[in-house]
């Protein structure tokens, strides 16, 4: 009977999302965020003169700045490649910023970033919310979503969908979560 109970908790065991499992911090080393989509809510605003808006939320942005006290390294990993992003990532104070990571590039640019940092790709954490995130919210230890993310996201296995949407502070949401471990 202890066998079949045994079989049992592993069976249970294996269907946890592991990224909700608690581990300490130190197991992140790195945490890399998308934008559009994470960081905002994915909308484009534009002035009448064709000048670009983004709305950040101050909440993701607080979260981004406490996990860096905690010793653990920040930055942003997108497709585009816009003077907002750097603009943002320069206000915060921000480790790493690669944008224009287009094709795979996201899960290349974090590789470098790995190998710069002498860490493997299971110490990154990554939040991301649609198809060009994929192969990286795959291949880190620790991948996240927001609530509004696209299906297919939301379909990695181990991946943490989180209750806030995109541009909602989304990104604090996990981050509090990481840091109450």
């Known amino acids: ?12 065991k294996s269907d946890i999302n592991a990224s909700a499992v608690p581990r300490p911090v130190e197991d ?21 003169d064709g000048t670009e808006f983004k709305k950040f939320n101050t909440r993701d942005g607080m979260g981004l700045q406490m996990l860096q006290r905690a010793g653990v390294k920040v930055g942003i990993v997108t497709s585009e490649n816009i003077a907002i992003n750097e603009n943002r990532a320069r206000k915060l104070g921000l480790d790493y910023l ?12 974090t590789r470098e970033i790995c190998e710069e940092m ?4 299971q110490q990154v954490a990554y939040i991301g919310d649609d198809v060009n995130c ?4 795959a291949a880190v230890g620790w991948a996240a979503c927001p609530a509004d993310a696209c299906d297919k996201v939301k379909t990695i296995p181990r991946i943490l969908v989180l209750k806030r949407r995109g541009g909602d502070a989304c990104v604090r949401e996990w981050i509090d979560m990481i840091l109450a471990r």
Do not use: C
């Open 98 to 109: 690669k944008q224009g990571a287009r094709d795979g590039g996201k899960l290349a640019a």
């Open 134 to 137: 994929y192969d990286l919210l």
């Open 28 to 48: 992140i080393r790195l945490l890399l965020t998308d934008v559009d989509g994470t960081l905002t809510d994915g909308g484009m605003y534009y002035g009448s």
């Open 118 to 121: 002498g860490i493997s790709m």
């Open 1 to 12: 009977m202890s066998e079949i109970i045994m079989e049992e908790d592993l069976i249970r």
